[in-house]
């Protein structure tokens, strides 16, 4: 049976106008016994000018960040219900709450990345999450801390695709 499969890395998810409901990049998938009737095509098209944009963080804030990362969704016309800080609530504990608007960006480093993730909401919906992950040495042991950066709400999982393959590109996350 022909059928399509939602794991894939960002690159994979550029597609052109091809036709059937599992055609991704010159790759098609199966999902053994079971049917999973879905075109991606659609909903997971970049603009040109936007899929080769992605844009320099070095210097600039988490809150200008998300800032961006809305505007850029807004011109691809794909509107997620909301995108925040991950510390939205303004606590003082960004171990916990994450980074807030005021924070530098963090920069990349071999012992630091920032990550990208899609997953269930809470209730209802999708959460995209972009985080930062750091290798953290104490004494002899080594141990790895996610921090929150930003999150983004979208109420299908086509469209929280389509949102992660636009920050991942935006972001130069690889």
């Not at 988490?62 to 016309?77: D, F, N, P």
């Not at 980074?99 to 997953?119: D, F, K, N």
């Not at 972009?130 to 002899?140: F, K, P, Q, S």
């Amino acid at each position: 049976m022909n059928g399509g499969i939602l794991a894939f890395r960002a690159e994979d998810i550029y597609t052109d106008r091809i036709s059937g409901p599992n055609f991704v990049k010159g790759r098609t998938f199966g999902c053994g016994l079971f049917y999973c009737p879905f075109s991606m095509s659609e909903t997971l098209d970049l603009p040109v000018a936007l899929a080769a944009a992605p844009f320099d963080t070095a210097g600039a804030t988490v809150g200008s960040v998300v800032k961006q990362i809305s505007r850029a969704l807004r011109r691809t016309e794909i509107e997620p219900e909301w995108v925040t800080h991950a510390n939205f609530i303004d606590e003082d504990c960004p171990d916990r709450f994450g980074l807030g608007p005021s924070a530098p960006w963090p920069v990349e480093q071999s012992t630091r990345h920032v990550t990208l993730a899609v997953g269930r909401g809470n209730s209802v919906g999708w959460i995209i999450r972009v985080d930062v992950i750091e290798l953290v040495t104490d004494g002899e042991s080594q141990l790895w801390k996610s921090v929150p950066l930003i999150r983004i709400k979208s109420l299908s999982r086509s469209q929280a695709w389509s949102i992660a393959a636009v920050v991942s590109r935006l972001l130069d996350i690889d």
